[in-house]
């Protein structure tokens, strides 16, 4: 059997998708068999190691396939079937306008929040998600969600028959679950971080909650926000006011912005709390990630959240400055609760491993292609 994924975001700036797409293209590719090929769309075989600024090919190899998508999109399907080869299932993304002659389709929905929640996000993200369900996930022969809550809100808004969809939950780098006591160190030396610290990992956009997180954070007691520091790790998405608070320099509040992902493990494992309100997510790396590395959790009791915290996060309603500010006050004050977490966190975790993912991925393409 062959499989060819679009691997487009690769090519792209982007953040979540595109960590996804290259652990779970790595991880197929190492739990394939001798009969099956996993293979990337347009022409991708190899890649620089992971990172979201731009394309993980230098520029003279990134040209060239952007300009391969551009043919397949605007040239007709024609043209994809071609740049496909004989695949025997195309694994399509939102960059692609439409499905292929031959192959099988199949597609990922990582969530429903440009319908559930249109006011967080930019027209253009809208018009693209728009376009890409009218296209391709309608049309799609099988669809992964990557969380049962994804998948009932895919079933709920776009009408999707539950048994063209199923749920294969997303994984979690290795790294994250074993991260050097000398790693950590090294990370709050570079990054001067002398105080123990709450951290927030995430592209600064609306949908996040930070300004409900910055409201919780400036009203705690001022002796508990000289004993801790808040981190915010990520870059400027479309939030302006947020990230003008942000710069204006909050007392106990340290902007990081874009951090490389390499050392996203072991700042992660430094943390004293990961805080992660956001008012909507189809699985929620950065809450996976944390669990993983042991760091007790507070996120929110909506969306996916609780499906993939279970017991091992402190639920909050993301709505609720005050729940917010509570929970942190009864976590940062509490070393029992933190470390019940952290154990609890971790042993969820386990159930996200890319391997895993890989191996029910395979299968579902297999029962797709018959």
Known sequence: MRIVVDATSLLLRSAGIKSYTYYWLRAMRE???????????????????????G??????????????????????RAVLDWEIGKADVFHA?????????????TATVHDLTCWKMPELHTAANVK??????????QRADGLIAVSEATRQDAIEQLGIDEDRIETIYSGVPEEYFRVPVDAVHAVREDLNLSRPYVLFVGTIEPRKNLDRLLDAWLGMHPDLRAEFELIIAGPVGWAPETAKRLNAGASGVRTLGYV?????????????LFAYPSLYEGFGFPVAQAMAAGVPVLTSNVSALPEIAKNGAELVDPLSVNEIRRALERLLTSPERREDLGIRGR?????????????????????VAG
């Open 55 to 76: 394309s993980m090919l230098a520029k003279w190899a990134t040209y060239p396939r952007l300009a391969a998508l551009f043919a397949a999109n605007y040239g007709g």
């Open 260 to 272: 490389p992902e390499a050392f996203l493990p072991a700042l992660t494992a430094g943390a004293l």
């Open 93 to 105: 993304s939102n960059q692609i306008h439409h499905a292929p002659s031959k192959a099988k389709l």
């Open 347 to 367: 042993e969820r975790a386990d159930q996200y491993r890319w391997s895993r993912c890989a191996q029910r991925s395979l299968r579902f393409f297999e029962r």
């Open 31 to 53: 739990a394939a068999g001798r009969r099956d090929t996993v293979a990337a769309f347009p022409f991708i075989s190899r890649t620089r190691e992971l990172h979201h600024d």
């Open 128 to 137: 693209a998600d728009q376009r890409f369900a009218e296209r391709i996930l």
